[in-house]
């Protein structure tokens, strides 16, 4: 939405600081929208509050009721939005009705309440309009993990997933998981007796599942105080329920489990008991390395030319994204994770960067260069985003292999 322009010049300063908060209110309507009939009652009792003339008060009334129109055009809940455009058609009556005193009176009480119109439209317009993070905003608030073996460090570690809790679990190549929380305090670590290269990792509500591209096999784990082992399920082969290097996974609303298999070139899909295994596509998908999933989409990072597939749950290839190459847009891309809005955070291996592009694969911002210091990566791997918007990434830097990242 563009952004606001003032009707009148502003000279007061206790009118500039009503301008700026209406103008807060227009960004807060972009990015938390629960918030705009809230910083309208404000706006409205500031207005109330002076004693301007009352055309400029309708020019502000009049611009904000245009401004919150386009600013909800999203909703789809029509009913909704009359609702709060009354509000504002109601005050704007009573400014155009003559009155003995030039300050604005509005109405003592709403026809309908004010935090029920909140709660409502937090309701609506939370799930219709997608969060994400600043990128360009973001800086390190977290390091820790030294490279190492010891209780507390990381040994190479791949990839990472969250939990519902916002505990981060890490694979590593020390042949075991290790779990931090978000703010960098290492909680514990597990293993088991048959795992040897644990990579991608997945979490769906309290299942845990892990690839291992040692013994071609697929591990699930209960998440509970000792992790128990649900199931390990495949081995060497290019049969169908076989792998040959399974690297990432992701689990879909409905608990299917998608597999990406790196020489065998092709995606598994599985029920949540890792039975029942099918081919996402009859297609060869060159080199899958990472996989995530939306509601109606599949997204594949591979080896090839242009290194984001994306594919439909049916199998069909819907377009392909982001090119790869020494001159190109990312290097040698290894990880990636999705915003609300499917921004495509991805970390190029090479580079020591994560970059940050739009759905349609236009480059938003990257973050970070080479070296060991905090905001630095070396070899950046696995990454994810924690409920709060933060970015979680792992790296081989010797001093600190755990990064997450937030706005400042």
């Known amino acids: 939405m563009a952004a606001y322009n003032a009707p009148v010049p502003l000279v007061d300063p206790i009118e500039t600081q009503i301008h700026l908060h209406f103008n807060q209110m ?5 990015q938390r929208r629960e918030a705009v009939l809230t910083m309208y009652r404000d706006l409205r009792q500031e207005i109330d509050s002076r004693p301007l003339v009352r055309a400029r008060r309708e020019l502000e009334l009049t611009a904000l009721r245009t401004e919150t129109d386009n600013a909800i055009q999203m909703n789809q809940n029509r009913q909704l939005q009359q609702r709060i455009l009354r509000e504002i058609d109601l005050d704007l009556a009573e400014i155009r009705t003559p009155h003995p005193d030039t300050r604005v009176v509005f109405r003592s009480e709403s026809t309908v309440p004010l935090e029920q119109l909140i709660a409502q439209l937090g309701e609506v317009l939370e799930e219709e309009v997608p969060t994400v993070p600043d990128y360009q905003a973001m800086r390190p608030v977290v ?34 998981i290790s779990v931090f929380s978000v703010k960098g305090e290492f909680l514990t670590s597990f293993s088991h007796q048959d795992m040897r290269g644990p990579y991608g990792v997945a979490i769906h509500g309290d299942n845990l599942y892990v690839t291992d591209i040692v013994v071609d096999s697929i591990f699930h784990f209960k998440i509970a ?37 790196y020489y065998n070139h092709r ?9 029942h295994p099918r081919s996402l596509t009859q297609q060869l998908i ?7 999933l939306t509601a109606d989409e599949v997204y594949v990072l591979c080896d090839d030319n242009r290194c984001v597939h994306v594919f439909s ?28 809005a499917e921004n495509i955070i991805i970390s190029d291996y090479f580079t020591d960067r994560i970059k940050i592009f739009t759905k349609a694969g236009n480059l938003i911002t990257t973050l970070g260069e080479g070296g060991h ?3 630095m990566f070396h070899y ?8 709060e918007l933060s970015l979680v990434v792992v790296s081989w830097n010797e001093n600190f292999c755990l990064q997450i990242f937030s706005c400042l």
């Not at 950046?380 to 409920?387: H, N, W």
């Open 143 to 176: 390091a820790v993990g030294k490279l190492g073996n010891a209780p507390g460090e990381l040994f190479y570690p791949h990839a990472v997933a969250i939990d519902s809790n916002d505990r981060i679990f890490i694979t590593q190549l020390l042949a075991r």
């Open 26 to 30: 227009v960004y807060c309507v972009n």
């Open 380 to 387: 950046p791997r696995g990454l994810a985003l924690t409920k």
């Open 286 to 292: 060159d080199h899958p390395q990472d996989i995530k």
């Open 373 to 375: 210091l905090p905001g």
């Open 313 to 340: 749950h049916a199998g069909e290839r819907l377009r392909s994204l982001i090119s790869r190459g020494l001159q190109m847009q990312v290097t040698f891309p290894i990880y990636f994770c999705l915003d609300s």
């Open 267 to 275: 995606v598994q899909i599985f029920d949540s008991s890792l039975l």
């Open 225 to 261: 105080t000792d992790f128990p082992l649900i199931a390990k399920r495949g081995s060497f082969g290019q049969q169908i329920g076989k792998f040959n290097s399974p690297r990432n996974l992701a689990v879909s609303n409905n608990g299917d489990v998608y597999v990406t298999e």
